[in-house]
């Protein structure tokens, strides 16, 4: 099939036809991810008070985008970490079992891992500016 054929080929029911309509369903689960994930809003509030924080300490350009890695990676962890705990818990029918377990577990370190790295990162840029503040 060319890539200038305008034949559509069958389409599956699931599948998203504009992108439009994808970045609809994406906001839609960013909105249900905050509200029914208390860490995701615990996140939500950290990252508020690290902006507030970038602007009163006047951080630069540079610091400004190691914040901004840090949210997405925060964030898009917080997310996937949910989205994992929700398809183990459909495929488990809500019963333990140790892979379950193991693959519930292994989504929560890669939020710690982020939520870490973003500590450090926000404590390099900031801990210096408020150093700095009180001397």
Known sequence: MGLRD??????????????FQSLYFALVGLKTA???ERNLRFHVSAITLVVVM???LHV??????????????VISSEVWNSAI???VDLATNYK???LAKKAKDMAAAAVLLAAIFSLIVAS????????HLFS
């Open 85 to 87: 705990e929700n398809v």
């Open 124 to 131: 390099l840029i900031f801990l210096p500016k408020i150093w």
């Open 6 to 19: 305008k034949r559509r080929q069958p389409v599956n029911g699931w599948k998203n036809r504009h992108f």
């Open 54 to 56: 970038g602007f009163l």
């Open 60 to 73: 630069s350009i540079g610091e400004w985008l190691w914040l901004a890695l840090c949210v997405f990676l």
């Open 34 to 36: 905050y509200r029914e």
């Open 96 to 98: 333990r079992h140790p």
